[in-house]
């Protein structure tokens, strides 16, 4: 982990790295354990993601190697709210998705509600 990458986990998320820290981060990465980001970045060899580390989402860019996999983070970059909403219902919607088309496939039916007003309970 570089000085540069510390320094902003520091400034932006209050959180002081270590080794051990990037090699956890770093894990959860290589593990599909994030939220990828749809936005490469110019390189082509480096990709953006949230990852969750100790309870605070972080926004990571890092280095791939020639097998897809993360080794390296090149920065943290601050979060953004509406992003991160974004990622997550993405990610929600494509696993709901591939949950209704795994049932289908075993035979299951699966209906789909339709879209009611919910009555306020007084």
Do not use: W
């Not at 949230?50 to 090149?74: E, G, H, T």
């Not at 990622?87 to 789909?112: C, H, P, W």
Request: glycine share 2%; net charge positive.
């Amino acid at each position: 982990m570089s000085k540069h990458s510390r320094e902003r986990a520091e400034q932006r998320y209050n959180l002081e790295l270590s080794k051990a820290d990037e090699r956890a981060i770093l894990g959860y990465i290589n593990a599909s354990q994030c939220i990828p980001l749809s936005a490469r970045s110019t390189k082509e060899n480096t990709a953006i993601c949230y990852v969750k580390y100790r309870k605070i989402p972080m926004r990571i860019v890092y280095m791939l190697d020639s097998r897809n996999r993360a080794f390296q983070i090149i920065t943290v970059l601050p979060f953004d709210v509406e992003e991160y909403n974004q990622a997550m219902q993405e990610t929600f919607d494509r696993d709901i998705a591939n949950n209704i088309k795994f049932l289908q496939s075993q035979g299951y039916i699966v209906y789909k509600r339709k879209n009611r007003a919910r009555r306020d309970i007084k």
